[in-house]
């Protein structure tokens, strides 16, 4: 009985990896991008995973004390990189940490995106966006309707409540907005596309002065939203699809991790 109630507690490493690239396959992600296990943890039998946008040192502390074998983010660490890990480099401090305690980090970030039921479609679906479907050309961003017109000044208040977020938005208040596309997190370059798509407005998470001001040239609504806010819809989902095979892995949501930027 002892080895059945073992086998039931823990996943194999590599298990894990292969459910992961079930839920965003490796080969969604952009070219740029570092995914997938980048710490290798201690026990190849992992038991508790903790979920995260960052591997902070907040989130790593989180995951120390509560007995995490493994951390899932969004986000990779030795984004560009990395020569030197030490424990006061921002960051290598969250990896430092997690490597200290034997715990793994496995991050999927660009093929969760673009994934099915992944970052994108987990932002349209929390704002009201219906029919949604992958923007092209890479089928990171989705683009679908509102059940109904509304004015644009309407869907940015909707979206603030929806994200518990402060918007900055570009485009007309009084404009009656149906067409949504939306890309969570840094992506104000896609402007341009979700415009060509037939988008009346433009949710993402993070844009730069002269993104937005090709979109006020465009004519396209434009909504600022915050890069921590319109990811971290993801995470209860993941965890969700995570668990759907009957194993007893335990998931959570980080409870200490907070956007870097908050309002007023």
Partial sequence: LGD????????????????????????????????GLLIGPEKQEIR??????????????????????????????FFRGTKRIAPDDPATAGAYMLIRHGI???????????????????????LGVQNAVPMEPDGLGRIG????????????????????TAVRIS?????????????GGAAGEYALLAHDAGAD???????RHHEALYAREMGICLIDAGHYETEKTVLNRLIGRLHCDGDDV?????????GPLRRL
């Fill in 4 to 35: 059945v109630y073992k086998r039931q507690h823990h996943m194999h490493i590599s298990n894990f990896t292969e459910k992961m690239q079930q839920i965003a396959p490796r080969e969604l992600k952009m070219d740029y991008d570092n995914v």
């Fill in 48 to 77: 508790r995973v903790l979920v995260a946008l960052d591997c902070t040192s907040v989130t790593a502390k989180e995951a120390i004390e509560w007995g995490a074998d493994l951390m899932l983010t969004h986000h990779p660490v």
């Fill in 104 to 126: 793994g980090l496995f991050a999927a970030h660009t093929n969760l995106d673009a994934a099915e039921d992944g970052v994108n479609d987990a932002l349209a679906e929390a």
């Fill in 145 to 164: 309707t509102l059940a109904a017109p509304v004015s644009f000044g309407t869907f940015a208040k909707t979206v603030e409540e929806r994200l518990n």
């Fill in 171 to 183: 485009g007309e208040i009084d404009r009656i907005i149906s067409r949504v596309a939306v890309i």
């Fill in 201 to 207: 407005v433009f949710v993402t998470g993070e844009c």
């Fill in 250 to 258: 335990q998931y959570k949501v980080s409870e200490y991790e907070y």
